[in-house]
């Protein structure tokens, strides 16, 4: 099989069904925002391959399913509008990353500052992975008729990547850095 078809060499591509849209097209930008979310993620668990600790099979287990309900949502957002979703996004995945965020939140040292990206490099990764979810949902608003259960996955899956970057700082010992104020 080859990987390249040569037909989106002219700025256009495919959605579910093959419906032809522009690769800026609303829908593009949304399901590929979510796709560089996926990544980094991926590249996160990629900084964990090195480290030992007992929590390690627990989390690489939970990302694994958080990526492929991450995957889901990209199906449904390059599903057109009126179409059937193959993948649906359902209830029950937010309430497992609801689950897991209050797990792993009841296991790090409360919240008395802001604290600044970075730590552990799969922490910091999950850190950028975390904006770039939000980013991915503020594109999801510029698309006509979006499934809540997405809107409301994609708020809930940045927190989630706040709360697991901290429960990886905290589970390899890196320390969080606090905002200073500069006077």
């Known amino acids: 099989m080859k990987i390249y078809t ?12 093959g419906e032809r849209v522009y690769k800026n097209d609303a829908r593009v930008e949304a399901y590929g925002t979510c796709d560089e979310a996926n990544s980094m993620i991926g590249l996160a668990l990629s ?4 480290e030992s600790f007992s929590e390690k099979r627990d989390v690489e287990s939970v990302f694994q399913q958080v990526q492929t ?6 199906a449904e957002l390059s599903t057109p509008r009126g179409k059937e979703v193959h993948w649906k996004l359902e ?28 730590g552990h490099p799969s922490g910091a990764a999950l850190h950028v992975a975390r904006t770039v979810v939000r980013r991915a949902e503020r594109n999801c608003m510029n698309i006509e008729e979006v499934n809540p259960l997405v809107l409301a996955f994609l708020n809930r899956l940045s927190d989630f990547l ?20 500069f006077r």
Not at 6 to 17: A, C, E, I
Not at 47 to 50: E, G, P, R, S
Request: contains cysteine; negative net charge.
């Open 69 to 74: 309900v991450l995957f889901h949502v990209g």
């Open 91 to 118: 209830e029950e995945h937010i309430r497992q990353l609801e689950t897991i965020i209050d797990q792993w939140n009841e296991q790090l040292k409360p919240l008395t500052t802001f604290i600044l990206p970075g």
């Open 47 to 50: 900084y964990l391959q090195a």
């Open 6 to 17: 040569r037909t989106g060499d002219k700025g256009m591509t495919s959605l579910v069904y």
């Open 162 to 181: 706040f709360v697991a970057a901290r429960y990886i700082n905290t589970c390899l010992g890196a320390q969080e850095q606090t905002l200073h104020i």
